[in-house]
């Protein structure tokens, strides 16, 4: 298995380029960015949590591709981005960028795209209606630009870098979970990266379907990958301890959707059709009432889109995905969440080792 990292991709860029010499002290294959405008925490919030003033600013977000392309001159790690949207860009112009990266990343450069979040588009004007159409055709156009450098409409747009580095070309990623856009991946994408709430037998099953439509797409599966937010501690139980010690931390089970809330006898904050990630823009909620609630979200719903544990544990985690056809893994390392620096500094060889042990499977 391909073990990558994704980095918090904020203010202070010192923050990234020590997870860069993280990763290529633990031996990672890759390195990803995150595209955000807005966190998902409430500013008010992650305000009172923040340990310096280094971190006070949870919307602090570097743009991926400028990082990227910094990071990129600096290592031999691919670098790619986890993940931007088909909205805010058209196709000739991320299929550029992507080019562009591809060339002046040593490693090469990871496209991942998905149909983006409500948060990061509508306080900045963009429209985010139809997003599975929008995200079709962008996929549509990419994909015929970066395999042949021209726009399908067979006229004169075209692009002019060569379409492959020393590293090849660059790879995209679709981040899809529903049907259409599992399709979707099958059908342009040369890697899937799923994120949030999949158990290993699911995984399978929308691994197949992926597998499906690019076989009738006469296209090679793509590559199967997974995002997952992991928490390494001394064990899942005193992972638990700590949240229950530090419950506004329990608010990232803001981007688990309403039906999950339900099954646990408690309302989405967001409203009874929240999807959850897509839908919530943390900001536009009540802080106040953000506080009340956080002690009675159940651990277990924080836990349903996250991986908790040591090393053993975590490793028997993923080795149920990897049975499952899992081939890259894109770590997104939240230790320290809970617990604060002493507890990262705490299990610092720890994450050396989980890439280590999860490299064999």
């Known amino acids: 298995m391909k073990i990558g990292l994704l980095l918090p991709t904020m203010y202070p860029w010192a923050m990234n ?21 807005l966190g998902l925490f409430h500013p ?20 991926p591709f400028v990082a990227s392309a910094v990071l990129g001159r600096n290592t031999h790690l691919s670098l790619g981005v986890a993940v931007t949207d088909s909205t805010r860009r058209r196709a000739a112009d991320v299929a550029r960028t992507a080019l562009s990266l591809q060339h002046l ?5 990871n496209l991942g795209i998905g149909c983006g979040e409500a948060q990061n588009l509508l306080p900045f004007g963009y429209d985010f209606s139809r997003p599975v159409a929008r995200c079709e055709e962008f996929l549509r156009e990419l994909r015929t630009l970066l395999d042949e450098g021209r726009m399908p409409d067979g006229g004169v747009g075209r692009l002019g870098l060569p379409l492959e580095s020393t590293a090849g070309r660059p790879q995209v990623w679709v981040a899809a979970h529903a ?17 949030w709430g999949l158990d290993p037998e699911e995984y399978g099953r929308r691994r197949l379907v992926v597998a499906g439509h690019a076989s009738v797409a006469g296209r090679p599966a793509p590559t199967s990958g997974l995002l997952a937010i992991t928490t390494i501690g001394e064990s899942k139980e ?31 904050p967001d409203g009874p059709t929240s999807r959850g990630m897509p839908d919530v823009i943390t900001h536009t909620l009540d802080a106040d009432t953000l506080r009340e609630l956080a002690p009675q979200i ?33 770590i997104a390392n939240v230790t320290g969440s809970v617990g604060g620096m002493k507890e990262a500094e705490a299990r610092t060889s720890d994450f050396a080792d989980l890439v280590k042990r999860l490299a064999e499977l």
């Open 238 to 268: 005193q992972i638990r301890e700590l949240y229950e010690m530090e419950p506004l931390m329990k608010l990232t089970a803001l981007a688990a959707p309403a039906e999950r809330w339900r099954a646990y006898g408690l309302e989405h």
């Open 179 to 195: 049907p259409r856009m599992l399709r979707l991946t099958g059908q342009y994408g040369d890697g899937w990266l799923p994120s």
């Open 105 to 109: 990343c040593e490693g090469g450069f």
């Open 298 to 330: 159940p651990y277990e719903l924080v836990e349903e889109g996250r991986f908790s544990g040591n090393v053993q544990e975590l490793v028997e985690q993923f080795a149920a995905f990897a049975r499952q056809g899992l081939q890259h893994l894109v």
């Open 17 to 37: 380029e020590g997870m860069l010499a993280v990763a290529e002290a633990a031996n990672c294959d890759s390195l990803w960015t995150v595209d955000h405008f």
């Open 44 to 63: 008010e919030i992650w305000a009172e949590r923040a340990e310096d003033g280094n971190g006070a600013n949870a919307d602090a977000h570097f743009d």
